[in-house]
């Protein structure tokens, strides 16, 4: 801005001249692609106004900080009894195209990502050197400290634009040879160098010198001091030398360790609403310890907690450290401010779900008091909809003076809708085609609607759905099902499977059971068993059944879900329990009782690595004098109904038992290790075990089949999922053995 200082002085001179001179017009000049109406606009001076030298100056700063000139001047002349202002600009050139050269060892992608200028933007100078110090950086977290970056600005021949050329020279690695550390005493060598993730180059790994990381290395170090008692404790770093030809270099860390500081005399204050009992609780400071920077931060964390679960957000807490020679006392002062209720919720981001949908799933409400507790819960709720992309994300805004807020909740929509058509294929039921509609979230207003279709050579089937989550404002749910399906003969089954009815089922959540649903259904299904294969034998007892029966049965659920994801828990568990009565007092010719029992339970290990443990108890019992029919026993194996991967489906029955005689008594143990290849990919590692017997008292645990193995699932957007499970069943009738199981497309 070499006339910027030059031109003001001249206007300030100009204005002692012409205190109440009117403006008579505002030329500009030197601008190509900044509009005249947007830079006098900007100037905030207009023909008409009184002229006034500040209000220039002020203008022309406005200009300076859009930062698209490179200089600006402003022009003072007298034209008759009005004053004429001129804007003389320099624009920065606009940037026509941005090319990267010479970037081989890491992606042009890569670095593109880091470059902020693009194409249509102004060359700003200091936009392109932030790209240079991002490139730099960018090379450095890949080894490459030496690389060098050099800009090129190119005009272009047609227009007033540029081409920007960031030119690179990577240079070569520079790896780490040797790494000392001088001056320390309380720690071993060996010991601080545990904490590096910078570490020389050998022949297992690569030794690549990274300031950004020894940086971070250096901080752990100082940690580590800090929690021993060593206060005053310095980490830095002595000096680097290059050896080798540049290649590789020696660091040299220097500690400066100081005196060992213990723990005092520890004191609080403050604290009315949260007595000394449950505050002394949280102090994780030990008196005559070593003092602790950890320990005490994880005490102002944990005091600050408790505050917030009991509505003091504005709470504070402040360490006050007291040296006394090698003791440091600790006071801990405690501000509670005035506790904050909820004056107003605000959410924002549904394009498509009705407001009332997302407030039903609220804990807190307005008038409440904030409890952290109460407001993560409605996030858990929220999200388990299955509606939205990720968790709502929460903020607060000040409300008054009374320390009030109000509670703002953003969510994010998904697509919970989909078409499909086309093809599928599974183990059980080779390929079929299938139409299919499904909405979750119907009209917005949180309804579940589902057609589908399904035809092919061994299943065909017909299913119409629909479930209202709050039956007439209640808290009840109503899900109601037709369906007319035909499983025709497939992998060991030995019939046609032909079911023909409807279900309806109620539920609401349980006041006093935490996460807890119960559910209670009603179904009715004819169905009619016939074409039998001829390798079920003649005396076969379902060959004796008159055909078709009519099956009412009654089930009383509980569910309890805990989890953190509808999609892919990482923590929490989900219990199951169903009682199901078929005949009795509900009708129809077949009368059984089913309990069934299952306990899913979720773990984060590290990383995104989640593993899961699953435990399954099933047992049915004829009652009327009837015997329970084949069709209803368990038969396991495969990934479908009763799965048991490493096996076939149905290929697992009772000892003794003819391949089409199930049991009455089945347990299955799953363990799987789940991790993520990307948001829509996730591999598996399992391990099943399980069997079924002819009653519960025949039950082994130590009689089970074991089956390991390996899976993906792809989640693909308006077709369902992708599923493949191979597995190694070691107790196969035949010997062990390799099992495929997969899936494509959605069946129901």
């Avoid at 001076?45 to 500040?54: M, N, Q």
């Avoid at 200089?71 to 003072?76: G, H, R």
């Avoid at 042009?108 to 990502?113: G, M, W």
Wanted: hydrophobic content about 35%; glycine content about 10%.
């Amino acid at each position: 801005m070499k006339t910027f200082i030059t031109a003001l002085l001249i206007l300030l001179c100009a204005s002692t001249q012409a205190l109440s001179i009117e403006v008579g017009r505002v030329d500009v000049e030197g601008n190509v692609f900044v509009t005249d109406s947007k830079i006098i606009s900007i100037l905030g001076v207009k023909a008409g106004d009184i002229f006034v030298a500040e209000k220039v100056s002020q203008g022309i700063k406005r200009l300076v900080r859009t930062k698209d000139f490179a200089d600006v001047q402003a022009y003072y002349l007298e034209d008759g009894d009005k004053a004429v202002v001129t804007i003389v600009v320099e624009e920065y050139p606009r940037v026509k195209s941005v090319i990267v050269e010479g970037a081989r060892r890491v992606k042009e992608k890569d670095v593109k990502e880091k470059i902020t200028t693009r194409e249509g933007y102004f060359a700003r100078p200091a936009m392109i050197t932030r790209d240079i110090t991002a490139i730099r950086d960018l090379y450095g977290e890949k080894g490459y400290n030496g690389a060098k970056i050099e800009v090129v600005k190119t005009p272009s021949r047609e227009d007033n634009k540029i081409y920007v050329t960031y030119k690179i020279d990577e240079g070569r690695k520079v790896k780490i040879r040797y790494i000392d550390i001088l001056g320390n005493g309380a720690f071993s060598t060996k010991e601080i160098l545990s904490f590096f993730e910078s570490k020389p180059d050998s022949w297992f790994r690569g030794g690549d010198y990274k300031p950004k990381v020894l940086e971070e290395d250096l901080a752990k170090v100082l940690m580590l001091y800090r929690d021993d008692g060593y206060m005053d404790a310095t980490v830095t770093i002595d000096h680097i030398e290059q050896v080798e030809e540049d290649r590789y270099v020696d660091i040299y860390i220097r500690v400066t360790e100081g005196l060992r500081y213990y723990v005092g005399e520890i004191t609080f204050e403050g604290n009315e609403e949260i007595d000394d009992v449950e505050i002394q609780s949280l102090i994780q400071l030990v008196e005559g310890n070593p003092f602790s920077q950890q320990a005490m931060e994880m005490t102002n964390m944990g005091i600050n907690s408790v505050y917030w679960e009991n509505g003091y957000i504005w709470s504070r807490v402040i360490p006050n450290e007291t040296k006394r020679r090698r003791m440091i006392d600790m006071n801990f002062e405690i501000l509670e401010n005035q506790p904050a209720s909820i004056n107003e919720i605000k959410i924002s981001g549904n394009t498509k779900t009705f407001e009332n949908v997302i407030r039903r799933e609220l804990e807190v409400y307005p008038g409440d008091r904030f409890i952290l507790q109460d407001v993560q819960r409605s996030i858990r709720e929220i999200f388990q909809l299955g509606y939205f992309s990720g968790p709502p994300n929460i903020d607060t805004e000040p409300v008054g003076d009374e320390g009030d807020i109000n509670l703002l909740i953003d969510v994010e929509e998904k697509q919970t809708g989909s078409f499909r058509a086309g093809f599928g294929f599974s183990q059980l039921n080779r390929l079929t085609g299938f139409l299919g509609m499904q909405e979750n979230n119907f009209l917005g207003r949180g309804k579940t609607i589902g057609l589908d279709w399904e035809f092919g050579r061994y299943r065909k089937n017909l299913n119409l759905r629909y479930t209202e989550p709050y039956f007439f404002d209640t808290k009840w749910s109503l899900t109601l099902n037709v369906f007319d399906w035909v499983q025709d003969r497939v992998s060991q089954q030995y019939y046609r499977d032909t079911r023909t009815g409807f279900s309806i089922r109620g539920g609401r959540q349980l006041p006093f059971l935490d996460y807890t649903r119960f559910f209670l259904g009603y179904r009715f299904e004819k169905v009619d068993i016939s074409d039998f294969d001829e390798r079920y034998p003649e005396t076969g007892s379902l060959r004796l059944v008159s055909w078709p029966l009519n099956k009412s049965t009654v089930t009383l659920s509980i569910v309890r879900n805990s989890t953190d994801n509808p999609f892919h828990p990482t923590r929490g568990s989900i219990i199951t329990w169903n009682t199901e009565l078929a005949g009795g007092p509900f009708g129809g010719n077949v009368q059984f009782i089913r309990n069934s029992a299952a306990i899913s339970w979720f773990k984060l290990l590290f990383w995104k690595l989640t593993f899961h443990m699953g435990l399954d108890v099933a047992g049915i019992n004829s009652f009327g004098g009837q015997q329970v029919e084949d069709y209803e026993k368990y038969r396991l194996g495969g990934n479908r109904r009763f799965p048991l991967r490493g096996y076939d489906f149905y290929e697992v029955v009772p000892e003794g038992n003819s391949p089409f005689v199930g049991g009455t008594f089945m347990t299955k143990i799953t363990q799987e290790l789940v991790f993520p290849f990307s948001q829509m990919v996730w591999g598996l590692v399992f391990y099943d075990v399980g069997n079924t017997w002819n009653s519960m008292t025949e039950a082994n645990i130590y009689n089970m089949r074991r089956g390991l193995g390996v899976g993906i699932r792809i989640e693909m957007p308006g077709m369902g999922n992708l599923g493949f499970d191979y597995g190694y069943g070691f107790d196969k009738y035949g010997g062990p053995a390799w099992e495929p199981h997969f899936t494509f497309g959605t069946f129901f």
